[in-house]
């Protein structure tokens, strides 16, 4: 390694990379000088959704996250494992839910260089049409980054259809992260570069926008809505705007997905249900296929927000083959019942 400075996710990744060769070292060394030592061991007014039949009865946080009733307790704070919020202001519920997390701060240390990733996929619909993460939810994580002391926040994707700046703008995400403070990238083709996957089963190796692989903190911001092909994209489905090839991701579709989050592994998932697609997505295009939820899932667990998202469609966790192979391979908890979850209600 050379001696510039890096970041933690930096170092990780150079770890990851470097452990096949730092195993191999010692087996040599195991062979020349025998048995080594143990380790180290706000909008158009749509029908409200009915909560989902589907979702289990779980335990909930305590009502002041982190705090112990006991006076005396010592240990370190506790938070919920996903925080999801209802009604209201989508600025208010995305503060609401992160502060059941343990606020901002908790993932984004002062100084910090974050890189935000919301889905920004068509370059042709407002945010009405449910294609793309609503931007006020998007304006107010660039603001609270900014508040914990990042010391710069952007904000970037590679739609599908049309160009950067007109899904910038279209979306209304542009406007709303500049006035929060925050940057928009254009992503440059010459920055996806070829990473390994270590834990991958299926992807080995794969072009990722080496800016993400860098960042200190990143942030994935998905919208919940329904894809033709995956059911569902949200959290995993939405890391695919950082790769190139993408194609070629929908071949084994649900274990790719989980192979790919292996590696880039968001710090925090907060997923916009303010105003979902359940059908003829990704894309969209008709307001009648668009629900008003008022919703917003946040979790540092990528699997659990995208389980939990599910029930907002009426599905289970288990009818999302990428939840169940990111599960399967130990990447977070897809068993709702095992989550510890804090509802909370914005106006009530």
């Known amino acids: 390694m050379s001696g510039r400075s890096i970041s933690r996710r930096q170092f990780l990744r150079w770890m990851m990379c470097h452990t096949g060769a730092i195993l191999a070292a010692q ?19 749509l029908p409200t959704a009915v909560p989902s039949p589907f979702l289990p009865s779980s335990p909930t946080a305590e009502p002041i996250p982190g705090k112990s009733s006991d006076p005396t307790e010592t240990s370190s704070p506790t938070f919920p494992d996903l925080v999801v919020g209802r009604g209201g202001d989508p600025e208010e519920l995305v503060r609401r839910v992160l502060r059941g997390l343990g606020g901002m701060e908790r993932f984004v240390p002062a100084g910090s260089k974050v890189i935000v990733k919301p889905n920004i996929c068509v370059g042709h619909r407002s945010y009405e049409y449910a294609a793309t993460t609503n931007p006020w939810v998007v304006g107010t994580v660039v ?7 990042a010391s710069q926040v952007r904000v970037m994707d590679t739609p599908f259809s049309g160009t950067p700046e007109q899904a910038y703008n279209v979306s209304g ?5 500049l006035s929060a403070g925050g940057a928009m990238e254009i992503m440059a083709p010459f920055k996806f570069v070829p990473f390994d996957i270590p834990q991958g089963l299926d ?6 926008y080496d800016d993400v692989m860098s960042a200190d903190v990143v942030i994935n911001v998905p919208i919940a809505k329904h894809h033709s092909l995956a059911r569902l994209t949200v959290a995993m489905k939405n890391l695919m705007g950082v790769i190139t090839d993408r194609s070629a991701i929908h071949a084994n579709l649900g274990q790719r997905l989980a192979d790919l989050a292996s590696l880039i592994r968001p710090e ?15 894309s969209g295009g008709n307001l009648d296929d668009v629900v008003q939820m008022d919703t917003v899932i946040a979790s540092a667990d990528f699997v659990a927000a995208d389980a939990y998202a599910a029930t ?8 999302l083959s990428y939840v169940q192979a990111a599960a399967a ?13 804090e509802e909370v209600t914005v106006g009530a």
């Open 268 to 282: 925090l998932t907060l997923v916009d249900g303010i105003r979902v697609l359940r059908a003829h997505g990704p």
């Open 27 to 45: 087996v040599i060394s195991a062979c020349k000088a025998g048995p080594s030592p143990e380790p180290l061991a706000s909008k158009a007014p």
């Open 312 to 319: 907002l469609f009426g599905l289970r966790p288990e009818d």
């Open 143 to 149: 603001k609270l980054c900014i508040e914990a002391g």
């Open 173 to 177: 995400i542009e406007a709303q992260v």
């Open 329 to 341: 391979m130990g990447l977070g908890t897809s068993d709702l019942g095992a989550l510890r979850i």
């Open 203 to 208: 992807l080995k190796r794969w072009p990722v």
